[in-house]
């Protein structure tokens, strides 16, 4: 779906977002919620300067909209591969926008992620994953790397990826494996302005994500794990 | 892979320790963990490693180990990738004196 | 001098640990004996670690009670999986009920591991989460790198997500490794068989120019333990001004260096006389080189 028909969607009563280029920021009324969007589209590999942009619509929601629950829409093709990015400390930049969206969490404003269309690998884990909760629509792409790639950096025969990629959901790309690993909240189906009205309203209070992988089957050990060594005791 | 599994009885059984792991799991390399099996009476060593059908090799190199050291009530757990016998043993030595040198 | 300096670039995890913190105080958390090993690498005929790459535990800093987790650059390039995340994330949420002095980050990673990617992509935003969320509680964490496979994708913005960095020149930070951009983009837009030009790009020296890393430290465990207690204090502050301020620097950097092409035009650009030596220098000698010309 394209972000315009999306927006229409989300907020059958209107909105202001406004698009600058792969990025776009505003706020649509959500019931008798105002909600801040941020967001881009086209893939946008997330380089530097989105980067960048993407935290200052944040700390500009904070600033001047207290309070008002933050929607990343973020379309990614994943971070963008360059020397100069690099060379300019890219990872420095998205830990600032995941700083910010702390900043905005700890005031009391909700975040909340929508993959729309494409999420992948670093570009995720900088935008939507970030987020309290992230939800999806059916025909995301959620991936870190195709299966052929990976054949090719981790040198096991692609087939071998096929076969178990059907009874796993720990490498291959899709949605549904992001949902029973507990990273996506939700798949949005049907009316998507009360998708985000139900979602708003059901909040997680705290990082779930494990829980549900273990609930799901999809990712058993994490939450275990997490909580003995966070509880064994020690000499 | 491929799992191998040795057994010997009889030895000196060393003074009770906490587990020790010695070494990393990396290509050409193996780790080592040493843990207290008190009362066993024997020196179990359980072998994972990458590289299938060289297990008349382990039983030497596991052979010889056990002929220096001669311990008892111990269970010895290695992952491998694909080390040669040389640095085997060297590694299962370095494991042993961790392992005791911690009674120090 | 060098024959009393221990070389934290060839150290094991365990070994950093136990160099770095107060003699014999580390208490390891879920250890090897636990055989907490990838349910997702046997499938594919790849070893495991009893340890899955990472030790974590309890120690003592300068007399001072600290929580540390150590990644093992040999076992995969230190990439995260399952487990490996989950044990991170556990022993910075402990440190919610602890509250330690610090938490001590001893970071070696490539990044997501690509055996279990989705596990391990999912898993680095929960150390990212649990990381913020210890910086709020008021307790800092600090990273120590200067491993040989650096610090790189997801483990590159935790690194960044966190209080403070000590690297060595040794030490590497990003986010692509060269190989990744040369594999996907062509040597042309980054040689990764140039080693010059990889370290000056995300090497230890550019880093802490940049005010990506705040020290800059001889490759050796003592110094890094040095630098470490002397950033016991830090207080960690996640307001609106800081992170105002954060957003003016990164900004800044982007007007000032945005096209510059290479390190060395940053560091002329920096006003740094002979840019071109800093690589040939010992750490004083390029912290004196340097004194007052970072960005």
Redesign the interface.
Known sequence: MDARTLLEQLFPAGHDVRFDGAFFHGSGRSGTTDIAVIGTVDAAPIGVELALALAGAVLDTVRRHPGRPILLAVDTAGQRLSHRDELLGINGYMAHLAKCLTLARNRGHKVLGLVYSKAVSGGFLASSLLADACHALPGAEVMVMNLPAMARVTKIPLEKLQDLSRSSPVFAPGVANYVAMGAVESVWQGNLAEALAAALAGMPQHDRRRELGEARGGRRLARPVAARVRSDALA | METLRFEYLGGTPPAVQAPTLTGVVGSGNLEVLVEAAPGSGSCVIEITTAAVGFGHIWQAVIDDFHARHGLCDLRISVNDVGATPAVVSLRLDQAIETFLGDAA | MNAHRHSYYEA?A?ERLHGLLDAGSF?E?????E??TS??L??????????D?VV???GRLAGRSVLAGAQ?G??NGGAVG??H???L???L??AL?ERPAAVLLLVESGG?R?????????????V???V??V??AGIPVLVLDGGQFGCF??M??????CDAIVISEEGR????G?E??ET??GVE??DSRDRALVWR??GGK??YL?G?ADVLVADDIGAFREAAIRLLDTVPD???DA??A??GR??A??ER??T????LD?WSALGIGQPARLPLLDTDEFLTATADRRA
Request: charged letters at 25%; a neutral charge; hydrophobic letters at 45%.
């Open positions: 094991g365990r208490r958390l879920l250890g090897p004996a055989r907490m349910p997702h046997p499938p594919l005929d790849a070893p495991v670690a009893f340890d790459g974590v535990g309890r093992e040999g076992f399952e487990v995340g989950a044990k994330t556990g022993l949420e402990r009920d997501v690509l055996h279990e990617a989705n596990a391990g992509l999912i898993a680095v935003s929960e990212m989460r649990a913020l969320a910086r709020s994708g997801g590159g913005i935790v690194a960044r997500c930070l990003g986010l692509s060269p990744v951009i996907t983009c837009e980054f790009t995300v550019h880093r940049l990506e996640l307001s609106l992170l105002d954060e957003h990164l900004a950097r982007l260096f945005g510059c092409r290479d390190a940053i």
